[in-house]
């Protein structure tokens, strides 16, 4: 089993920055990609961006606009992963879930290849 913690969201003002942490425990060597998803009040889950365990690779969202203001990054020595947002934006608002994938299904978009999931932590941008 591996475990998922998300910390760092909270209330800021249109233009401002969070980060977003996500700690993974337990069976850590078996995760080969991890994930952020968001859902906004009223809408579906939707891939914000992902990273291989070893951080050597990442693929960000089209849809939702995240380049070149969200970074995903793999801190290997606390086991974590962060979403740095910048520049956030009042249609950023959301829950913030991480994911992990232990079944090597690949840096993937999609929800159903991530098998464990963080409780979520809440994103609020206002205008």
């Known amino acids: 089993q591996v475990q998922l913690v998300e910390s760092g969201g909270g209330l800021v003002q249109a233009g401002g920055s969070l980060r977003l942490s996500c700690a993974a425990s337990?069976?850590?060597?078996?995760?080969?990609?991890m994930g952020w998803f968001r859902q906004a009040p009223g809408k579906e889950r939707e891939f914000v961006a992902a990273?291989?365990?070893?951080?050597?690779?990442?693929?960000?969202a089209d849809s939702v606009s995240v380049k070149g203001r969200f970074t995903i990054s793999r801190d290997n020595a606390k086991n974590t992963v962060r979403l740095q947002m910048n520049s956030l934006k009042p249609e950023d608002t959301a829950v913030y879930y991480c994911?992990?994938?232990?079944?090597?299904?690949?840096?993937?978009?999609?929800?159903?290849?991530?098998?464990?999931w963080g409780q979520g932590t809440q994103v609020t941008v206002s205008s």
């Open positions: 994911a992990a994938d232990s079944d090597y299904s690949g840096i993937t978009p999609y929800s159903d290849d991530y098998n464990y």
């Open positions: 990273i291989s365990w070893s951080g050597g690779s990442t693929y960000y």
């Open positions: 337990g069976r850590i060597f078996d995760i080969y990609a």
